[in-house]
C-alpha cells in the first residue's frame, strides 16, 4: 500500500507540476516541439519516445504527437518513432495497472461506466473487443491501459495488439504533416489527404458497425 500511494504521489505531483509549468500547452505547440526535437540530432528520437511514454502513462493529452513526429523526422521515422512511443507507454501503463497501481486503479475507477464495459467486453468477446476499442474512440484512450490492466488479457498479446491496430494512424498523420512540411499544399496532395482520410473513416467506421452489428457496444 505504501508502494502505491507512494507512486499516486508522483503520477499527481507530475500531473501538477505540468499543468503549472505550462509543459500541458507545450505539447499543443507543434511548431516549439518541432524545433526542439531537430535541434537534438539523433538524441531526439529517444526524446520523442520518453514524451510519447511520459503521456501515456501519466494520461496526458498527446493527440499532436504524430504530426509533431511527421514534421520533425519525417513521414516513414516520425510514424515509427510514434508508433514505437505509444505502445511502450501503453505496456508499461498496463503493467502498472496489474502490478504497483492494481489497488488504486480499482479504488478510483473500478466503479466507472467505461471500466465496467471494458471488462465486459474482454469477456464476452475477447481480443476483438481490444481491437474494436483501439480502432474506434469509444473510450478515451489514455485510460484504456490501465482498464485493460484489470481484464484477464495477458500482457504480450495487448502489447503487440495494441501496436498494431495503432500502426496505420500514426503513420497516416505523420505523413499527412511531412508533406504539408515538404510539399506545401497542392492538388495532388489534396487528392493524397483524401484518400488517407477515407481510409482512416474506413478503419473506424467499419469496426464499429461491425460491432453493433454483433452487439458489442
Known amino acids: 500500500m505504501k508502494k502505491v500511494l507512494s ?13 503549472k509549468t505550462g509543459l500541458i500547452d507545450e505539447l499543443h505547440n507543434v511548431s516549439a516541439m518541432q524545433t526542439w526535437f531537430q535541434n537534438q540530432g539523433f538524441i531526439g528520437y529517444f526524446a520523442f519516445i520518453l514524451l510519447s511514454v511520459v503521456t501515456a502513462v501519466f494520461m496526458l493529452p498527446g493527440g499532436m504527437l504524430a504530426i509533431v513526429a511527421g514534421i520533425a523526422f519525417g513521414g516513414f521515422i516520425g510514424g ?13 501503463s498496463f503493467i502498472l495497472g496489474r502490478t504497483l497501481l492494481k489497488d488504486a486503479v480499482v479504488k478510483k475507477y473500478g466503479d ?3 471500466f465496467n464495459k471494458i471488462m465486459n467486453g474482454v469477456n ?31 500482457f504480450w498479446k495487448f ?32 487528392i493524397k489527404f483524401t484518400i488517407l482520410g477515407i481510409v482512416l473513416f474506413l478503419l473506424t467506421y467499419v469496426p464499429k458497425k461491425i460491432a453493433q452489428h454483433k452487439k458489442m457496444i
Open 112 to 114: 466507472k461506466p467505461t
Open 7 to 19: 507512486f499516486v504521489a508522483i503520477i499527481a505531483i507530475g500531473v501538477f507540476i505540468f499543468y
Open 159 to 190: 502489447s503487440l495488439i495494441s501496436g498494431i491496430t495503432m500502426l496505420p494512424a500514426c503513420f497516416i498523420y505523420a505523413y499527412m504533416a511531412s508533406d504539408i512540411l515538404t510539399q506545401g499544399l497542392s492538388f495532388e496532395l489534396a
Open 124 to 154: 464476452e468477446n475477447g481480443v476483438a473487443f481490444l481491437i474494436l476499442t483501439r480502432l474506434v474512440p469509444i473510450f478515451p484512450y489514455a485510460i484504456q491501459s490501465y482498464a485493460y490492466a484489470l481484464t484477464p488479457m495477458g
Open 80 to 92: 515509427l518513432l510514434t508508433v514505437i512511443g505509444s505502445t511502450v507507454g501503453a505496456s508499461i
